[in-house]
């Protein structure tokens, strides 16, 4: 691969990093969310490993994306229990407002969209860019 471009896409990925977090925590008043900002994640690692390859893309990953899957699915489904013990209804979310902070059940939820959305998007990215490699 070119120089530049190899170069560049560490650059980029670091910026998707940070717009994709940012996505993420915006998601609950405007558009965004746990599902766009894992997309934009994904794509980020997905640039990583076209420029470079995909030991390089797993090891900024850190984590297997099938781990990084069942992580995210248990904590969607952890947010839920809280309005399950609370009125017997499933996902029925918790908020505490911290000056003009708003948190609760519903962004841990996110967080969990955002880490299956990750995880399943590079499996089939990092499979596929292994085909092309052999």
Do not use: K
């Not at 766009?36 to 390089?56: D, K, P, R, S, W």
């Amino acid at each position: 691969m070119s120089i530049i471009f190899s170069t560049m896409s560490r650059l980029f990925f670091a910026l998707m990093l940070i717009v994709s977090i940012y996505m993420l925590f915006r998601g609950h008043n405007e558009p965004g969310g746990g599902f766009v900002g894992g997309l934009i994640a994904a794509l980020g690692f997905a640039l990583l490993a076209l420029a470079e390859n995909v030991a390089t893309a797993r090891r900024a990953l850190m984590v297997h994306p099938v781990a990084l899957m069942g992580a995210g699915l248990l904590l969607a489904f952890a947010s839920g229990l809280p309005g399950l013990l609370s009125d017997r209804s499933f996902l029925t979310h918790w908020w505490a407002e911290i000056g003009s902070l708003h948190l609760g059940t519903a962004t841990t939820f996110d967080i969990g969209v955002y880490f299956v959305v990750i995880g399943g998007v590079l499996c089939l990215i990092f499979r596929l860019y292994e085909e092309v490699d052999q």
